[in-house]
């Protein structure tokens, strides 16, 4: 899954490193997400989103993504609206 780009179709909590801590953040509807990593426990995934290296699960992604085929903007042609 590494490099593949997700647009989602719904907002979704991620997890973002702070000044050493993890804090909630909401990844809104038709953002788009970069697989950059996981983790060993194979339930989460690290993300970029808007340059930042975000934490999802992995099941989320799965639910309110939708891999992007090309490097279009999430949304466009009316799709995610």
Same mark, same amino acid.
């Given at each position: 899954m590494l490099g593949i780009r997700f647009c989602l179709k719904r907002s979704t909590l991620g997890l973002l490193l702070i000044d050493e801590r993890l804090e909630?953040?909401?990844?809104?509807?038709?953002?788009?997400?970069? !697989?950059?990593?996981?983790?060993? $426990?194979? &339930?989460?995934i690290e993300?970029?989103?808007?340059?930042?290296? !975000?934490?999802?699960?992995?099941? $989320?992604? &799965?639910e309110r993504g939708e891999e992007m085929l090309c490097?279009? !903007?999430?949304?466009?042609?009316?799709?995610g609206g």
């Open positions: 909630f953040v909401t990844i809104p509807k038709n953002a788009a997400v970069e !697989v950059a990593g996981h983790f060993e $426990d194979q &339930r989460m993300v970029i989103w808007e340059r930042k290296r !975000v934490r999802m699960f992995l099941q $989320d992604i &799965r490097r279009s !903007v999430c949304g466009a042609g009316g799709a």
